[in-house]
């Protein structure tokens, strides 16, 4: 699992980094979607399919990783956040780790609504001002809808991520194209993309028989390896 997800990992560099600065309008309308669900499918050139699952209504989310294994489509992680609460799932132990909603758990969820979203490009690159560029790329057309391209590069190592961007300023691809560094060629597509659908209350719940490890009180903040908890725009 680590392996997988560090060879997307310069693609979520970005895509967090500017996500994070999200402050534009969409991202403001977005907040006022009763709920939010998609699909975010994931092809890293040699090896297994990945995807991310994520689900949002109400204050509470759900997010599932999902890989290949003997290719077999397999759940590989799972958070939940109950709104008072942060948990990590493990459905073949049938155990729920909780963490206090102060917990980098929180952190670790946040910017999965975003990065479907259109940054502030002008945010983004006041936070970029060294060793990167934004250029725009043209237009080309993702299933069926016309995007806008912005290429992000780094200076130092030559690596780059096209970001496509349609009409309605949703992030419909992301694809990594790596240079000097260790990262391999990435395609991220953004798959069943809902709002305002309603979400049954039990996504939202620890699932019957499981077991609820508490570990509230364990530091899991800042400095412990876990990112902090981080404010919506």
Known sequence: MKKKVMTIGLGMLFGLAATALAQTEVAKKLLKHSSISYRLEIATEGEPAMAFDYQEQGGKSRLKVEGEEAGKKKTTAEMLQTGDASYLLNSEEKIAIKFSKE???????????????????????????????????????????????????????????????SGDSMIRRWVILPGQSQQKKATMDLINLEFDKKIADSTFQVPAGFQVQDMSNMPMGPGMGMPPAQKQP
């Open 103 to 165: 917990s980098g758990m929180a952190g670790m969820m946040f910017p999965f609504m975003w990065m479907v979203v259109e940054p502030d490009w002008l945010s983004y690159q006041a936070a970029h001002q060294q060793g990167y560029t934004i250029t725009d790329k043209g237009s080309e057309t993702i299933r069926g809808q016309t995007c806008k391209v912005k290429e992000i590069a780094n200076l130092q190592t030559k690596d780059k991520v096209l970001i496509y961007i």
